[in-house]
């Protein structure tokens, strides 16, 4: 074989090599740009709203007589939860013994996993009669929580505790109640 031919046909091997390997790296190096500008997956709050009920269960005493002992009620729970941000209204009602307490709060939700979030939330008691888990006067409130979503169901599970500072007429000291129950997503 000619000397010429044989450098022009291993100029035409390495050619094509170059041009093969020049393919693969342009697929490899746009492979690398679409993996490195996807955001990274992220658990959602707990999805959706949810209205339940459940038990509330005073932890405190105000010490000014019956009217501030321990109590334990009935609870009910609403949850309007908005999908874009992490923020959520709630409102719970404490009902039992010699009053009624009406909890509104804003929350700010902090996703643990796909089926559950924590959450801090702030807001006010407003107390109309006696004897309620949460004291017997109106005050500021703060109420840490969880809200558990079970998997393939409309059935939410939440517990929650209800800080109201200077709750209590007789004593303002603070009163806190702990909550929990069952709700369907809506």
């Known amino acids: ?29 746009a492979a690398g740009f679409f993996v490195s500008t996807q955001s990274p997956v ?12 459940g038990a509330a269960f005073g932890v405190t005493n105000g010490g000014g007589g019956p ?4 109590n334990t009620s009935g609870s009910f729970a609403v949850r309007y939860k908005f999908l874009r941000a992490p923020i ?7 009902v039992g013994g010699n009053g009624v307490a009406v909890v509104p709060t804003v929350s700010y939700d902090i996703p643990i996993n796909w089926q559950g979030d924590a959450y801090i939330a702030a807001g006010a008691s407003i107390v109309r009669g006696d004897n309620t888990p949460i004291g017997n006067k109106n005050s500021f409130v703060i109420q840490p929580g969880v809200d558990y979503s079970l998997p393939n169901t409309s059935l939410m599970l939440y517990t929650n505790a209800i800080v109201a500072f200077d709750g209590y007429k007789s004593s303002n000291g603070t009163a806190v109640s702990i909550q929990a129950g069952a709700g369907l997503r809506f």
């Open 67 to 70: 009217s501030e002992d321990y």
């Open 88 to 94: 959520s209204l709630r409102t719970q009602v404490l």
């Open 1 to 29: 074989m000619h000397p010429f031919k044989s450098h022009r046909l291993n100029m035409q091997v390495v050619t094509r090599w170059k041009n093969q390997f020049a393919a693969i790296g342009g697929v490899i190096l």
């Open 42 to 53: 992220q658990a959602q709050a707990a999805y959706g709203s949810y209205i339940g009920a």
